[in-house]
C-alpha cells in the first residue's frame, strides 16, 4: 500500500513537471495561457491527485469521469488575454486578492500551508533578488563586449584577442604622456595588412577596415534581429510603457527577445551608430523580470502581479546602464510605470541595489565605476552661472522639441511609404553614412559614452587630450591641481570646431537613427549633443571670463588666476538639459546625473537646466519622445499625466451610438448554444453584459469573449450531452429541465458579478479618471438601472483623439 | 530465460500506467543510469527468491529516476537562465582567484611636465599599500629637494581587473554569436532546400497556405488540443520549434511588413 502511494506521488510529481515542461513551449508568450496544459482530461487513468487525496487510492484510479467539476476548477485558458489586448486591472487584482485571502486563511490549519505562505510572501523579494543579479550580469557582460568590439574597429590585441585597446596596454610602460593607450601590442588595422601606421595609406587603410567593421556590426545585427526576433528593434522603452499600463504583447519580453536583443546591441553599439544602449538595457531587464516570473506561480499567473515585477525591473535597467540605482528607481516612478504602489517602491529599490552591486563585482571597466563617463570634481559655481545653465536648458528644450518632431515625421515616413520596406537597407545606409562621416573626426570617431567622458572631465595638469591643451601661464607653481582659468591654445581652437562640427553630425543622424529595426537607445546621443553643447559654451564662457574679468558681470568673483568656471560642468548640465528636453524627465534625470557625478553642489544647476528644458520643450510640443511614439503607434495608452477638460458626458463616448443597433446582450438564461455561437461569431467585441432578460435590460454581469469560447468549445468536447440546442445559464440554480431535452450548460464561474458601471450622465473627466486610477478595461453604462451601453478603453482613447483634431482611427488596439 | 529481464523492464512501464513520456524521459535516465542494476538481474535471474528482490530495485531505481525527471524537466527550460547564472558564477570565481594575479592589478602614476621635464606615465605591479610616487616612479627623474614637488603633482591610482572575467565574457559573447549566425544561415538557406529536395514544390506553397486561421473557435481548440496530445520527445521539440517559427513569422509581418508596432 505504502509502495503504492508512493508511486502514485511519483506520477503525481512526473505529470507535475510534465505540465511545466509543455507549459515551457508557451514560456515565450507574454502570457502563458495559465495552466492550459492543466491535466484536466478525467478519462486518463492518472487522475490528478490533489483533487482527492484523501479519498482512497482504490477510488482515484478508477475515477469516473465528472461533468459538472468544470465548473468549480477554472478551465485552461479562462482569465486570460489575447495578444493585443488590454488587461483589466480590478479582475486581476481581486484574483490576486482572492488567493491571498486562501493562502492566509490555510496557513493556520497545518505547518505545512504556514510554510507555503511564508515563502509565497517572500518570494516577491526573491524574485528581485534573481532580476537583479541576472540584469548585472548581462549588463557586465553588454558593456565589456561592446568594449571590445567598438576598438576592434580600429585594430586588434595580438597577445590576447580578447583585451580591448585599454586593457590590451593595461600593464605595458611603453605609454607616454601624450599617448595614453599606446604600446606594441596593439596593433591597428593598417599596422597588420601594410606594415605601418604612417602616411595616407594607412590613414585610408584605417578608414575602410572601420566603416568595414561597422557596415557588419550593423547587417549582422540588422540580420538577426530580422530573422530570430523582430522585437528585439527599437529602445522598447514605449512598449514597456504601454505593457506596464495593462497592454499585452506576446512575446515582446520573451527568451528569444532577450537573447536578441542582447546580442545585437552589442553589435549595434560598436557598430559606432549614433545609438546608446541604455534604453535597450531596461528592455533586457523587464526580459529578464518576464522569464524569471515563470518560476513563481504568483507571478506566472497574474498579469497585475507582473507588472509590478517588471515596473522594478524597469528600474534595474536605468540602475545598471547609469550606475545610478536611485535614478533608476525614480525613472521607473516618473517615466515608466503605471501602477507603483509602495511596496514596488522598496522592491525596485533592492533589485536596483543588487544590480549595482552585481555590475560593480564584475568591474566591466577596471576602474571600480559603474559607468565609464563617471566624473568627479568639487569646484563650486558662481550664482551667476545660472545665466548660462538656464541658456543651456532652452537649447535642450528647443533640441528636444525638434528632435521629436523630426524622428515622428521620420517614423512615419518609414511607416507608411516605401522606406519602410527596406529595413536592412536603411541600416546599411545609416551605418554607411554615420562611418564615413565619423572618421575623419577623432570626437565622432570614438564611442559616444568616451565622448561623453572627454566632455564631462575637467582639464587638470595630469590631461593631455587636445581639449586640454591650454597655453600654459608661468603661475602654474603653485603645486596643486586647482588651475586658474587659462587663455586656449590653438588646439583647443582646433576641438572646437571638431566639436562643433560633430554637434550638427550627431544632431542629424540621431533623428535618423532612432527607430531603425536594431536595438537603439536614445540617452547617450541625447546626452552627447547636450554635453558638447555644454562643453563649447563652457570654453566660451572661459575665455571670456579669462580676457574680460574686468567686466561687472566677472569683478567680484573672477578676478585674474582664479579658477572660476568649469567647462565640464556646462558639459554636464547641457547633456541634462537635452536628454530633459526629449524624454521630459524632471527628478529622476537631476538624480542619475547627480549620481554619474557624485557632486552634491551641482543639484541646481542641473534641476536649473532640466526645469527650464522642459518648459520649453513644453511649450513647443506637449509630449515626450516615447509618449510620441505610443501615439505614433496607436497603442491603447491613456496617459496618466495629460488632463481632461472637456464637458462630454459618459452617453456621448459609450457604444452603441444613437444610430447603431442595440448593444450585443446575453441573457442569463433562456439562450441556447448554439445562439451564443452565433452571436459570437457575428460579433467582434471582447465582452458581452449579461442581463436577466432582453425586455428589462437588468444588469447581471460581465463575460469575456474569450472565455465564452474556450467553456463552450471545452464543453461541447467533454461534457455529455451538451449540444447546440442546450441551455446556457448564468444564474446560480439550474431550474428543472424536461427529461427530453439536453443537459444544460452552466457557465457562473465565468461571469464577472461585479462589472463597474457608471450612469449616462456622469461626466466624461470621472470616467476617464477612474479608468486610469482603476485600470478599467470596460464600463457598462445604465440609465435608470437598465443597461444602456458600454465604454471601453478604446472609446474613451477615441474620443480624446477626436477632441484633440486627431485621426481616431490612429487608436489601433484594444 | 533471458527474456525475464526483458519483460520485467517494459512490464514495470506499463503497470505503472504513467504517462507515455514520463517513461521516455525516464528511460533515458535510466540507461545509464539503470544498467548495473539490469546487469545484475541478469546474474540473479535464476533465483526466485532474488527474483523479486531484483524487480524491488528496479522499482527503487525507477523511482530514482522519476523524481530525477520530474526534477529535470523544468530544468530543461530554464537551461537560459542557468547559463547566465553559471556565467554569472563563474566569472565571480574567476574574478575571486585571479584578481590577486600580477597582471591584473597596476599602479598608474601621472606625472604632469614639471619645469623641463616632460610629462610620464608610470606602470607598476605593486600592492595597493605601496600605490605612492616614491614607489613606482622608477627612475626618479628629479633629485633630492625636488622629489617631494615632483611627486606631489603626480597622480597615483590602484586599478584591478579581471583578465579572466573579460576572456571569458568574450568568448562566450562569440561563440553564442557564432551559433546564431550558423542556425539563422541553416534556417534561411539550408531548410529551404532540403524542404524543397525532399517535398518537392507544391507541398511547400501548401504549408505556408493553411497557417492562418481566423474562426473564433480555432484558437480556443489550439488551447484545448495541446493538453490532450501527448507526443514524444521529439515531437514536442519539433512542435515547439514549429510554434517558435510562426509567431517569429507572425512578430516579422507585424513590424516588417504591415509596420503595426515599433515603428
Not at chain 1, 531596461?282 to 506566472?300: Q, S
Not at chain 1, 590631461?463 to 600654459?472: I, M, P, R, T
Not at chain 2, 492562418?212 to 480555432?218: H, L, R, S
Request: charged residues 20%.
Amino acid at each position: 500500500m505504502a509502495s503504492l502511494i508512493l508511486m502514485m506521488n511519483n506520477t503525481g510529481y512526473c505529470s507535475e513537471s510534465f505540465n511545466s515542461l509543455q507549459s515551457a513551449t508557451s514560456d515565450e508568450d507574454m502570457v502563458e495561457i495559465a495552466g492550459a496544459t492543466l491535466d484536466f482530461s478525467s478519462t486518463d487513468d492518472v487522475p490528478p491527485l490533489d483533487r482527492d487525496h484523501g479519498a482512497g487510492i482504490g477510488n482515484g484510479l478508477k475515477e469516473a469521469p465528472k461533468l459538472m467539476d468544470f465548473l468549480d476548477e477554472p478551465l485552461p485558458g479562462v482569465g486570460t488575454y489575447e495578444d493585443f489586448n488590454t488587461i483589466d486591472w480590478v479582475r486581476e487584482k481581486s484574483k490576486d486578492r482572492d488567493r491571498h485571502r486562501e493562502i492566509a486563511s490555510q496557513s493556520k490549519e497545518s505547518t505545512w500551508a504556514l510554510m507555503k505562505s511564508i515563502s509565497d510572501a517572500f518570494s516577491g523579494w526573491l524574485l528581485m533578488l534573481f532580476v537583479g543579479l541576472m540584469s548585472g550580469a548581462l549588463a557586465g557582460g553588454i558593456d565589456i563586449s561592446a568594449h571590445w568590439m567598438t576598438d576592434l574597429k580600429e585594430g586588434v590585441c595580438l597577445s590576447a584577442f580578447w583585451f580591448n585597446h585599454e586593457h590590451c596596454c593595461w600593464n605595458s610602460n611603453e605609454n607616454t604622456f601624450q599617448e595614453r593607450d599606446k604600446c606594441p601590442k596593439w596593433k591597428s588595422w593598417a599596422e597588420l595588412i601594410i606594415g605601418s601606421n604612417d602616411g595616407p595609406f594607412a590613414y585610408i587603410m584605417n578608414y575602410v577596415m572601420y566603416v568595414c567593421w561597422a557596415l557588419l556590426f550593423s547587417f549582422l545585427a540588422v540580420s538577426l534581429v530580422r530573422a530570430f526576433a523582430p522585437y528585439a528593434c527599437g529602445s522598447g522603452i514605449p512598449e514597456i510603457k504601454t505593457i506596464l499600463s495593462g497592454f499585452i504583447i506576446r512575446g515582446y519580453l520573451g527568451k528569444w527577445t532577450l537573447m536578441i536583443k542582447t546580442i545585437t546591441l552589442v553589435l549595434a553599439v560598436s557598430s559606432g551608430l549614433s545609438l546608446g544602449k541604455e534604453g535597450p538595457l531596461v528592455h533586457v531587464a523587464c526580459c529578464c523580470g518576464n522569464i524569471l516570473c515563470h518560476l513563481f506561480t504568483k507571478y506566472r499567473k497574474n498579469e497585475a502581479k507582473r507588472r509590478e515585477v517588471l515596473s522594478a525591473a524597469a528600474a534595474v535597467g536605468v540602475s545598471v546602464a547609469f550606475g545610478a540605482p536611485i535614478g533608476g528607481v525614480l525613472f521607473s516612478l516618473e517615466e515608466v510605470s503605471y501602477y507603483f504602489p509602495l511596496k514596488t517602491l522598496w522592491r525596485s529599490f533592492f533589485a536596483a541595489l543588487v544590480a549595482a552591486f552585481t555590475l560593480r563585482s564584475i568591474n566591466p571597466f577596471g576602474n571600480s565605476r559603474l559607468v565609464l563617463f563617471y566624473v568627479e570634481f568639487h569646484s563650486p559655481w558662481h550664482l551667476v552661472e545660472l545665466v548660462p545653465f538656464v541658456l543651456l536648458g532652452i537649447f535642450g528644450g528647443i533640441w528636444g522639441a525638434f528632435f521629436i518632431r523630426a524622428n515622428i515625421m521620420w517614423c512615419r515616413r518609414r511607416k507608411t511609404t516605401r522606406l519602410g520596406h527596406y529595413p536592412v537597407l536603411e541600416v546599411l545606409v545609416v551605418t554607411a553614412v554615420t562611418a564615413v562621416l565619423a572618421f575623419p573626426n577623432s570626437y565622432t570617431r570614438m564611442s559616444t559614452s568616451e565622448l561623453i567622458s572627454e566632455l564631462f572631465n575637467d582639464c587638470g595638469l595630469l590631461d593631455s587630450s587636445q581639449l586640454c591643451n591650454y597655453a600654459n601661464v608661468s603661475d602654474i607653481e603653485r603645486g596643486s591641481n586647482a588651475l586658474p582659468d587659462r587663455p586656449a591654445s590653438h588646439d583647443v581652437y582646433t576641438a572646437m570646431w571638431q566639436l562643433a562640427l560633430a554637434l550638427v553630425f550627431k544632431m542629424l543622424i540621431t533623428v535618423v537613427t532612432f527607430g531603425m529595426k536594431v536595438p537603439s537607445g536614445l540617452f547617450i546621443p541625447s546626452m552627447a549633443v547636450g554635453a558638447i553643447a555644454g562643453r563649447l559654451l563652457g570654453v566660451g564662457m572661459e575665455q571670456l571670463a579669462y580676457y574680460h574679468h574686468d567686466w561687472v558681470l566677472f569683478r567680484g568673483w573672477c578676478s585674474p588666476g582664479a579658477d572660476c568656471i568649469t567647462p565640464g560642468l556646462y558639459a554636464m548640465v547641457g547633456a541634462a538639459a537635452c536628454l530633459g528636453g526629449v524624454t521630459r524627465m524632471t527628478v529622476s534625470l537631476v538624480v542619475i546625473m547627480f549620481e554619474l557625478t557624485g557632486g552634491l553642489e551641482y543639484i541646481v544647476p542641473l534641476m536649473a537646466a532640466t526645469m527650464t528644458s522642459k518648459w520649453v520643450a513644453d511649450a513647443l510640443g506637449r509630449e515626450g519622445i516615447y509618449e510620441a511614439h505610443i501615439r505614433l503607434n496607436g497603442y491603447p495608452f491613456l496617459e496618466p499625466k495629460e488632463e481632461f477638460s472637456h464637458k462630454t458626458l459618459a452617453m456621448d463616448v459609450m457604444r452603441p451610438r444613437r444610430s447603431d443597433p442595440p448593444l450585443s446582450v446575453i441573457t442569463q438564461d433562456g439562450m441556447s448554444v448554439e445562439e451564443v455561437e452565433t452571436l459570437i461569431t457575428d460579433t467582434s467585441y471582447s465582452g458581452f453584459p449579461v442581463v436577466v432578460s432582453h425586455e428589462s435590460q437588468r444588469l447581471v454581469g460581465f463575460v469575456l469573449r474569450r472565455d465564452l469560447v474556450i467553456s463552450i468549445e471545452n464543453a461541447r468536447q467533454r461534457q455529455d450531452g451538451v449540444v447546440s440546442t442546450s441551455q446556457i445559464f448564468f444564474t446560480e440554480y439550474t431550474p428543472p429541465q424536461l427529461p427530453s431535452s439536453p443537459s444544460p450548460l452552466k457557465l457562473r464561474g465565468i461571469l464577472d458579478l461585479s462589472p463597474f458601471t457608471v450612469t449616462d450622465h456622469t461626466a466624461m473627466d470621472i470616467v476617464v479618471d477612474i479608468f486610469r486610477k482603476l485600470g478599467l478595461r470596460q464600463c457598462l453604462v445604465t440609465h435608470n438601472g437598465r443597461l444602456l451601453g458600454i465604454i471601453t478603453k478604446k472609446d474613451i482613447l477615441k474620443h480624446m483623439a477626436q477632441i484633440a483634431n486627431r485621426d481616431p482611427d490612429s487608436i489601433l488596439f484594444n | 530465460m533471458r527474456v525475464v529481464p526483458v519483460h520485467l523492464f517494459p512490464g514495470e512501464r506499463t503497470s505503472r500506467a504513467g504517462p507515455s513520456w514520463s517513461a521516455d524521459l525516464c528511460g533515458r535516465i535510466f540507461r545509464p543510469l539503470g544498467s548495473p542494476a539490469v546487469s545484475a538481474s541478469f546474474q540473479l535471474r535464476a533465483k526466485p527468491t532474488e527474483y523479486t528482490e531484483a524487480r524491488r530495485r528496479l522499482n527503487a531505481v525507477l523511482h530514482l529516476c522519476e523524481s530525477c525527471s520530474s526534477m529535470s524537466a523544468p530544468r530543461s527550460r530554464r537551461a537560459g537562465r542557468v547559463l547566465v547564472a553559471l556565467w554569472f558564477l563563474v566569472t565571480l570565481s574567476v574574478q575571486q582567484t585571479e584578481a590577486k594575479n600580477s597582471e591584473d592589478i597596476r599602479c598608474k602614476c601621472i606625472c604632469p611636465p614639471y619645469k623641463d621635464i616632460e610629462g610620464q606615465i608610470y606602470n607598476q605591479n605593486v600592492s595597493l599599500k605601496d600605490c605612492n610616487c616614491l614607489h613606482v616612479v622608477e627612475p626618479m627623474p628629479v633629485e633630492g629637494k625636488d622629489v617631494e614637488a615632483y611627486c606631489l603633482r603626480c597622480e597615483c591610482k590602484y586599478e584591478e581587473r579581471s583578465s579572466g572575467t573579460i576572456k571569458v565574457t568574450i568568448i562566450i559573447y562569440l561563440s553564442v554569436l557564432g551559433l546564431l549566425l550558423l542556425y539563422m544561415v541553416y534556417l534561411t538557406l539550408l531548410e529551404p532546400m532540403l524542404k524543397r529536395r525532399l517535398f518537392g514544390h507544391s507541398q511547400l506553397i501548401q504549408s505556408e497556405d493553411d497557417v492562418g486561421d481566423q474562426q473564433p473557435f480555432a484558437n480556443a481548440h489550439d488551447v484545448l488540443s495541446r493538453s490532450r496530445s501527448r507526443p514524444n520527445m521529439l515531437n514536442k521539440v519539433e512542435h515547439a520549434q514549429q510554434r517558435w517559427r510562426r509567431q517569429v513569422q507572425e512578430q516579422r509581418k507585424s513590424v516588417f511588413d504591415r509596420h503595426v508596432v515599433l515603428s
